[in-house]
């Protein structure tokens, strides 16, 4: 078990692809760090550079306090799971996950029954003895989970585990991985762009985009008091309204903006005109679409009324919505950076 | 076709599987006639190194069957009149040699080229491959001055040295693709399981890439055992004579050609060849049709 951390963490490819910029990142012991951030922003990159898969162009890994700078994968004591997983086509299951107690010098009958304790703890055990290409999705996934965690690695990897698998086994896998983590209590690193996943399984969030950390928080944190813009719009489904007033812009969550007279919104509560577009029924909650008008310029916007509140919402007119002074958040006009509060 | 009248829908399953049974015979026809083809000549030849100089020579007699008692005399021929076992061994030597020095070099050669990101690899890898293009009818002269100097005239060590020349490019090549089509991740998979990058690619890559090893041993071998002008040119002396050179050069004196004997050792060359093959096709196939990795 050891923490990782990255300090001034930059790697550039053919001199103008900023994948990732000056990240500084620290687990804490044991944890499950969550890298969420749309395609493209540079999560994979960053693992690989952890992984020592990708030389930095500048910056440091440190793994248990000591720089990684020169040190090969194999020095390094993690273990990876790639997207593709990345199993040995030409090897049956039980052979990947020996593989790499093989290389440790680990006695044959001592590698066979870790490799069995590993398989049967992710409920494989009775697929040892088939090559990859005769797994489903989710096989694959646990074959290459076990033959990760067989070793008993100082840092767990993993870069979208769960990404092609459909999703009903998805959210299983979700439970099993993140309990099995638990039990196990490794330091994680867990590459994902699925909200709900880094949501749901992560200790804590780093939220990136365009290859910088945009905020490191509980999912709590980040939910309800994003540090800027594209983290208030990437959060949340649907996103986060915003709406520009002067030299700031507004911010309430969907959830929070309710039809007048439903919650007690309390005293500081502002109230707006919204005038109604359409609504979406969607079972257990209604999205209202429409645009607020009297409080910064036209915005479209969306409120989300969970199926409990009944009233009804008739399209084209407008109507008086509130939102509690506590549920918003004022971001600056030119940086997207949170401000303080503001007087409406 | 209506889907809703069963008499229509149970005349075009009958269409189907007619046409399913067609396709099988047509098949099968054709297979047993490329099989046909491809054994014809040596059945012929395997008839013709049993018979006697009477039953050959009649233009009368059917080529194919035996007019007159079969005789060993022309097999005993080649085998006790002439070096033939002398050049049997030479083939073998000169062919595992070529192999093993062809594998040693092409398989890190096309290792580095398909894999570590050289800005110059592209052109090299082209390079490599347009040596293959210049003819050994040219080559042979400038080579004899190197086969001097290494003072390897008249020796099958000349064709040793001088057979990699033209098997090295082709299989670096060929390796090259193979090594492409394997995903790098496999191969930081590897890494990242506790392997150098040496490890990696003697555990990872080279079973994957064995299709491909198979196809350059192939290559090379029958390169050797078939190669004629490097041999003709560099080695006359009988005992280190290959069968390529040693049994035209044997067995055709002056304009007399001994034809049994002739037949009698294309026989006994290929058929051995074919069915140490035959043991790599079912691997070779096997390893075409392998697995994807994502699920
Ligand atoms: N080897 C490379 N050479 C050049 N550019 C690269 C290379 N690898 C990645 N990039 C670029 O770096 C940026 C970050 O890529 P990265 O793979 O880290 O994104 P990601 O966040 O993992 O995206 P995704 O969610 O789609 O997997 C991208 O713009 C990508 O095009
Ligand atoms: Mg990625």
Redesign the pocket.
């Known amino acids: 078990m050891a923490i990782v951390e990255v300090r001034a963490l930059t790697k550039h ?2 001199g103008d ?1 900023h ?2 910029e000056a990240v500084d990142l620290a687990t804490t012991d044991g944890e499950f760090l969550v890298l969420l ?10 693992l690989r550079m952890i992984a020592g898969l990708e030389e930095p162009t500048a910056g440091d890994v440190l793994i248990g306090g000591n720089s990684m700078a020169g040190l090969p994968p194999r020095a390094r004591r993690i273990a990876m799971v790639f ?1 593709s997983y990345a199993l040995y086509p030409h090897k049956t299951v039980l052979q990947n996950i020996v593989f790499p107690l093989k290389a440790a010098g680990m006695a044959p009958d001592e590698r066979r029954r870790q490799a069995q304790w590993a398989a049967d703890l992710l409920g494989i055990g009775h697929l040892l003895d088939r090559k990859p290409r005769h797994l489903s999705g989710g096989e694959r996934q646990r074959a290459a989970l076990a033959r990760a965690l067989v070793r008993e690695p100082s840092v767990f990897l993993l ?2 585990p769960l990404s092609n698998l459909d999703a009903k086994l998805r959210a299983t896998a979700r439970d099993d991985l993140k309990l099995f983590q638990r039990r196990v209590g490794t330091t994680t690193v867990y ?1 994902t ?1 699925d909200q709900v996943e880094a949501m749901g399984m992560g200790d804590r969030i780093v939220v ?1 985009d365009k ?1 910088r950390v945009r905020q490191v928080g509980t999912p709590g944190d980040v939910y309800r008091h994003p540090a800027d813009t594209f983290v208030a719009t990437f959060l949340g489904s649907p996103p986060m309204n915003l709406v520009r007033r002067d030299d700031v812009v507004v911010g309430f969550r969907p959830e929070s903006f309710l039809p007048k007279g439903v919650a007690d919104a309390g005293a500081e509560a502002l109230t707006v005109s919204f005038h109604v577009h359409r609504v979406e029924y969607l079972g257990s909650e209604r999205h209202v679409i429409g645009t607020v008008e009297g409080l910064g310029e036209e915005t479209r916007v969306i409120a989300m009324l969970p199926a409990t509140v009944s009233v009804d919402v008739p399209v084209e007119r407008s109507h008086e919505f509130v939102v509690a002074a506590g549920d918003l958040r004022f971001f600056d006009v030119g940086s997207g950076l949170r401000t303080e509060r503001q007087r409406l | 076709m209506d889907l809703s009248d069963t008499t229509e829908v149970e005349v075009a399953r009958r269409a189907a599987r007619r046409r399913r049974t067609g396709a099988r015979v047509a098949l099968y026809g054709l297979v047993l006639a490329f099989t046909g083809m491809a054994a014809f000549p040596f059945v012929w030849a395997t008839i013709t190194a049993f018979k006697r100089n009477q039953d050959l020579y009649n233009r009368a007699n059917n080529p194919f069957v035996f007019n007159l008692d079969p005789t060993l005399e022309h097999v005993d021929l080649l085998l006790s009149g002439t070096a033939f076992p002398t050049f049997a061994r030479n083939t073998l030597l000169v062919g595992v040699l070529v192999v093993a020095i062809t594998l040693a070099l092409s398989l890190p050669a096309a290792y580095s080229l398909a894999r570590l990101d050289m800005p110059w690899g592209g052109a090299m890898g082209i390079a490599i491959f347009f040596v293959y293009l210049i003819p050994p009818s040219l080559l042979f002269i400038s080579l004899s001055r190197v086969v001097a100097t290494l003072r390897l005239q008249d020796s099958v060590w000349a064709l040793v040295v001088l057979y990699p020349t033209i098997t090295v490019p082709v299989s670096v090549w060929l390796l090259m693709g193979f090594f492409k089509t394997i995903p790098r991740e496999i191969e930081e998979q590897a890494t990242i399981d506790g392997y150098s990058r040496f490890g990696a690619f003697a555990r990872i890559l080279v079973p994957l890439a064995f299709p491909g090893i198979v196809a350059v041993v192939v290559f090379a071998f029958t390169l050797s055992a078939s190669e004629f002008i490097y041999a003709l040119a560099f080695v006359a002396r009988t005992s280190e004579k290959t069968i390529s050179i040693g049994v035209p050069t044997e067995l055709v004196r002056g304009d007399v050609f001994f034809w049994q004997s002739l037949q009698a050792a294309t026989v006994m060359v290929a058929v051995p060849i074919a069915l140490v093959f035959n043991l790599f096709l079912e691997r070779f196939i096997t390893g075409f049709t392998m697995g994807a990795v994502k699920g």
């Open positions: 490819f053919d692809v994948a990732v951030g749309p395609s493209g922003c540079g999560k994979t990159t960053l997207q870069d979208e590459v762009h990136m290859g």
